[in-house]
């Protein structure tokens, strides 16, 4: 650590006078772990690697934003609630970001972002469009709009019609909307 870092560690010590640290390290490679939201973190000075970094900072619920951090980004980690107690403050570099507030909860990476409020999910991918609730999909009732469509008759006078002339068009659509939505 060199002359300068070492001053403003010591400076931010004397400003909060609590027996809180703020440091800075990297990643270990393979420590995050995605299900309590910790992490491990090589200090920046070679000490010991400190673990179990966690990586929310609320604390006591499962609300609050959680910052994924990739292996090998440099981050700045701040003890709270007193020696030995670590939470990310910063990181370089992240891999994905969740944001929970009661019931709703709010997750992106790089190829999507998902919206989940109890049953309702949207999610929007590099490809595709979503929309669910506990019921129902938006994808499955168009589909079967544009199914039901292409099997339309219609009594007539002179008896049962046949299907529409333009049923090509109706199975177009059920295509292109393969290409936009999911179920």
Aim: hydrophobic share 35%; glycine share 6%.
């Amino acid at each position: 650590m060199n002359r300068n870092s070492l001053k403003i560690k010591e400076g931010i010590r004397k400003l909060t006078n609590r027996p809180n640290e703020i440091i800075t390290g990297t990643v270990v490679a393979g420590s995050v772990d995605n299900t309590s939201y910790t992490m491990n973190v090589q200090p920046s000075d070679d000490s010991a690697p400190i673990e179990g970094v966690l990586l929310n900072a609320i604390s006591g619920n499962d609300d609050g934003m959680i910052l994924i951090p990739a292996d090998d980004s440099d981050v700045i980690i701040g003890s709270i609630d007193g020696p030995g107690e670590w939470v990310l403050l910063k990181a370089s570099k992240i891999t994905n970001a969740k944001i929970t507030i009661g019931n709703v909860t709010y997750e992106m990476d790089s190829t999507q972002v998902n919206i989940q409020n109890s049953n309702v999910v949207l999610n929007i991918s590099d490809s595709l469009f979503k929309v669910n609730t506990a019921s129902e999909s938006l994808f499955q009732l168009l589909k079967d709009c544009f199914t039901y469509i292409t099997e339309l008759t219609v009594p007539t006078p002179s008896g049962t019609s046949s299907v529409p002339v333009n049923v090509a068009d109706f199975n177009n659509l059920i295509t292109r909307l393969n290409n936009l939505l999911t179920s």
